[in-house]
T-cell receptor
Framework: DGGITQSPKYLFRKEGQNVTLSCEQN?????MYWYRQDPGQGLRLIYY???????QKGDIAEGYSVSREKKESFPLTVTSAQKNPTAFYLC????????????????FGAGSRLTVL | RKEVEQDPGPFNVPEGATVAFNCTYS??????FFWYRQDCRKEPKLLMS???SGNEDGRFTAQLNRASQYISLLIRDSKLSDSATYLC??????????FGKGTSLLVTP
């Protein structure tokens, strides 16, 4: 079955440590996204990538970094510069079959929960 | 004013009831609108797109009012399995989306 796989599902980190969250998709989708969700809050865009070797900052990119070396993979690194990293991180891809110009339908992975101790 | 605003609820309704959620958006140039469903501690999943003429999918009806910049979702004959958080989503220019904080629905026996 095609889909988006995020790992790890749960992650604990000490303050000052960098951590990388994995996102892999076998849907052959070009565009991929990283969102962050805090309790009682809407999803906030961290980074997105429209195509391999290209990515753009979202609304809250500070303290995060990404790479897009392969179409299937869009890992997110949470650096020690991120002041409040504890959150639920969601990776998504744009479904071209159901999207059209100006209307982006996203498919999400199951998410990674990061807790900073 | 936030990009997308929703009443967080919770809406507690008995099985079989009809419930409606509203959502307002700030950018009058927005072109595309969606409702996503998110179960507790899970990822959001597309429930339905919202078309200008309004659209229906089984027990769910979505409507758009461009003049007042709001979107609605109506659920008829509520089921226990409808209990979830419903996210209002508005397309931004380009590839990104704006998500509301969600409206929590609890359907009780």
């Amino acid at each position: 079955d095609g889909g988006i796989t995020q790992s790890p599902k749960y992650l604990f980190r000490k303050e000052g440590q960098n951590v990388t969250l994995s996102c892999e998709q076998n849907l052959n989708h070009d565009a991929m996204y990283w969102y962050r969700q805090d309790p009682g809050q809407g999803l906030r865009l961290i980074y997105y990538s429209q195509i391999v070797n290209d990515f753009q900052k979202g609304d809250i990119a500070e303290g995060y970094s990404v790479s897009r070396e392969k179409k299937e993979s869009f890992p997110l690194t949470v650096t020690s510069a991120q002041k409040n990293p504890t959150a639920f991180y969601l990776c998504a891809s744009r479904d071209p079959e159901h999207s059209y110009s100006g209307a982006n339908v996203l498919t999400f992975g199951a998410g990674s929960r990061l807790t900073v101790l | 004013r936030k990009e997308v605003e929703q009443d967080p609820g919770p809406f507690n309704v008995p099985e079989g009831a009809t419930v409606a959620f509203n959502c307002t958006y700030s950018n009058s140039a927005s072109q595309s609108f969606f409702w996503y469903r998110q179960d507790c501690r899970k990822e959001p999943k597309l429930l339905m797109s919202v078309y200008s003429s309004g659209n229906e999918d089984g027990r769910f009806t979505a409507q758009l009012n461009r003049a007042s910049q709001y979107i609605s979702l109506l659920i008829r004959d509520s089921k226990l399995s409808d209990s979830a958080t419903y996210l209002c989503v508005v397309n931004r220019v380009g590839y990104a989306l704006n998500f509301g904080k969600g409206t929590s629905l609890l359907v009780t026996p």
